[in-house]
């Protein structure tokens, strides 16, 4: 079993920060990519954000230069450092790990639970 955990959300006013972060727990042999999604109120959940193994990370173009992707491997967890925060920006983040299973030493894939993020004034 793999659990993650994010926390770090909450309500904070345009042009803030908030850092959430994802922590991964559990049967894991090795974290490789893991990723950032959103999804706003009657939106499609969209990718925001994506970090590998070695560090390289892929951003979607409405958060490139605001938002930056972090991870620590020792701890198997994930930060996405949010500044310059705008109202669009408003949604449930969701974590997306893939691991290897450490018993099976086969790919799985988990969401987290979301955590919720408000930009508003």
């Known amino acids: 079993q793999v659990q993650l955990v994010e926390s770090g959300g909450g309500l904070v006013q345009p042009g803030g920060s908030l850092r959430p972060s994802c922590a991964a727990s559990g049967n894991i042999f090795s974290t490789y990519i893991m990723t950032w999604y959103r999804q706003a109120p009657g939106k499609q959940r969209e990718l925001v954000a994506s970090i590998q193994s070695g560090g390289s990370t892929n951003y979607a173009g409405s958060v490139k230069g605001r938002f930056t992707i972090s991870r620590d491997n020792a701890k198997n967890t994930m930060y996405l450092q949010m500044n310059s925060l705008k109202p669009e920006d408003t949604a449930v983040y969701f974590c997306?790990?893939?691991?290897?299973?450490?018993?099976?030493?086969?790919?799985?894939?988990?969401w987290g639970q979301g955590t919720q993020v408000t930009v508003s004034s």
């Open positions: 997306y790990v893939n691991i290897i299973n450490s018993h099976t030493r086969r790919a799985e894939h988990y």
